[in-house]
């Protein structure tokens, strides 16, 4: 009688565990792109983690338990995605607390400032005009109007198709991301970190950071 052959699973050595604010915008633009652009890695992976949490601080927390939980293995990397969003919904103090604690903890950051649609406007043009809420940014940029002319639609933040739309238009999007990164944070007398200067988008290196991640 035959032996039963026994199924190979692949073995995982690492997992890149990206954590984000939003439920839907976020994680379907970074499932878009890891599906259309990394290659099949059997032994290192790319996950978004599910999480309800959706403050920064609560999502450095999340990122700290998953890393010393045995769920996790030394050679994982994780990895935040968060809004600075408008001065009266957090303050500068919740910011740099999450910061710093993510710091510590060997979690890294990716901060939009002023949010994610930050990131989708620099995909049409390279504007660096400073908004203060994400309401601001979608009714006073070209964003509805590129929206529309690219997909027919408006804006809308949970759309699962809007990658697809976006995807041509990645590499514009980094290279004008790192420029205006680079001079507003020159340029800042309030210091260099993300949550201080405005705009500001860390997509750039979480991308990059996928990209590498083998």
Known sequence: ??????SRKPNVERTLRIFCEGEKTEPYYLKGYIDEFRENNRVAVVAIERTRKNTPIQLVDEAIALK???????GDVFWVVYDRESVA????????????????AG????????????????????????????????????????????CGRDYEKSSQVIFSHL??????????????NRRVVEASTTGALPFDVNP????PSLLDAIDGFK
């Open 1 to 6: 009688m035959p032996r039963e052959r026994k």
């Open 68 to 74: 010393k939980s045995d769920r996790s293995l030394p």
């Open 89 to 104: 919904k957090y303050s500068r103090a919740k910011h740099s607390e999450a910061w710093e604690k993510a710091v510590r």
């Open 107 to 150: 979690i890294n950051v990716a901060l939009n400032n002023v949010c994610f649609e930050y990131w989708v406007l620099l995909h049409f043009t390279e504007s660096s005009a400073a908004y203060s809420s994400y309401d601001d940014l979608r009714d006073n940029s070209g964003l509805r109007a590129e929206i529309q002319k690219l």
């Open 167 to 180: 995807k041509a238009h990645i590499s514009d999007a980094r290279g004008r991301a790192n420029r205006i």
């Open 200 to 203: 500001y988008t860390g997509m």
